[in-house]
């Protein structure tokens, strides 16, 4: 059976960890895109002169030319620019929403039977654009947030209570902003609910609204830290695991940026929720029922992710 072709768009610092990634998980054949010459060429030479010492076996190639991710099966998308200490993700829409309308007419003519994952910011209005853009149905176009964002929540919380992170589990829902919604009562260890564990003395409230606070300001903190750039090792890991639940038809159950159609009330917006993906993308979303305090703070979300995508209508009318 042949490899499965990946195609990378955007070789910085996340394409060019999720292309180490890729090799390392054997996930198949990599193409790696970019504007600037040299760079694709250069990290793709270095990555498959790591193959023999890491023992994996993948074809890589940088291009600057669409015409090399032909049939490509997965598309991952971080082309555009990242934030900078100081920005907001919402300040990046207007350079990065050129770059999705390239990349969509790229993934339009080249790869219109991929599944693509897009990774720039602001997510959940680019992977709108792109969808748009690309014209692929909604279902094979997906945006990578919610994962990140809810191994923050749960790297932290596992943190705190002293316990292996694989044993805590947790999600997110809502768009990739500050007004996200870490859930704290579908949040467990070894199925234990998260609440329990307050009542229980793992923890207290105040710890717990502590982390999602933390959790809400996780990519902001990274970006004060690095000053150059925005996280990229674990948003890489990110698109990582959703590529292999739809390359090996994993059926997982991951936090993405899923196209709503009247689930949790919204209709023709990307918002992060419980989705099924499989061989056939984003296969079935989980909606879970929400109690009020959890409804509002989702519908604020909402609100950000509308205010954000009518900014690119207002950009881009023809979208
Ligand atoms: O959770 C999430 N979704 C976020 C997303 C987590 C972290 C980072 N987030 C966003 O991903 C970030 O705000 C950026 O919008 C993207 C990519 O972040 P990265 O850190 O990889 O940025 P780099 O290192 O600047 O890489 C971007 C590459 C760079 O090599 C540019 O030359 C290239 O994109 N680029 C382009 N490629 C193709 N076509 C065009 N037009 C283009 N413009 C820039």
């Known amino acids: 059976m042949a490899r499965n072709k990946i195609a990378l768009l955007g070789a910085g610092q ?7 990634l890729t090799g390392l998980k054997e996930l198949g ?62 300040d990046l829409v207007g350079t990065n929403l050129k770059v999705m309308e390239q990349v969509g007419a790229g993934i339009r003519k080249y790869a219109p039977d991929a599944f693509v994952i897009c990774i720039t910011n602001p997510l959940d209005a680019m992977v709108w654009v792109l969808q748009k853009a690309a014209g692929l149905p909604p279902e094979k176009v997906v945006g990578m947030a919610g994962v990140l964002d809810s191994a923050r929540f749960r790297y932290f919380l596992a943190e705190e209570l002293g316990v292996s992170v694989k044993d805590v589990s947790a999600f997110v829902l809502g768009g990739h902003g500050d ?34 606070d933390r959790t809400r300001k996780g990519g902001g903190e990274i970006v004060g830290l690095l000053k150059t750039g925005s996280a990229f090792y674990a948003p890489a890991s990110s698109a990582i695991a959703m590529a292999e639940s ?74």
């Open 179 to 212: 007004d996200m919604v870490p859930l704290v009562r579908y949040s467990s260890m070894a199925g234990i609910p998260l609440p329990d564990l307050v009542r229980m003395g793992w923890t207290t409230q105040a710890k717990v609204d502590a982390i999602v």
């Open 14 to 20: 996340i394409g060019g960890t999720l292309a180490l």
């Open 29 to 90: 054949d990599i193409v790696l895109f970019d504007i600037v010459e040299g760079t694709p060429q250069g990290k793709a030479l270095d990555l498959v002169e790591a193959s023999p010492i890491e023992g994996f076996d993948a074809k890589m190639r940088g291009t600057n030319s669409y015409a090399d991710i032909e049939g490509a099966d997965v598309v991952i998308v971080t082309a555009g620019v990242p934030r900078k200490p100081g920005m907001s993700r919402d």
């Open 246 to 319: 739809y390359l090996r038809d994993k059926k997982r159950v991951l936090p993405c940026a899923a196209f709503l159609t009247g689930q949790y009330g919204v209709d023709g917006l990307y918002v992060g929720v419980p989705a099924v993906i499989g061989a056939a993308g984003v296969e079935r979303i989980v909606e879970v029922e929400l109690n009020s305090s959890e409804r509002g703070m989702f519908e604020k979300s909402i609100q950000s992710v509308r205010g954000l995508v009518e900014s690119c209508q207002q950009i881009a009318p023809h979208l």
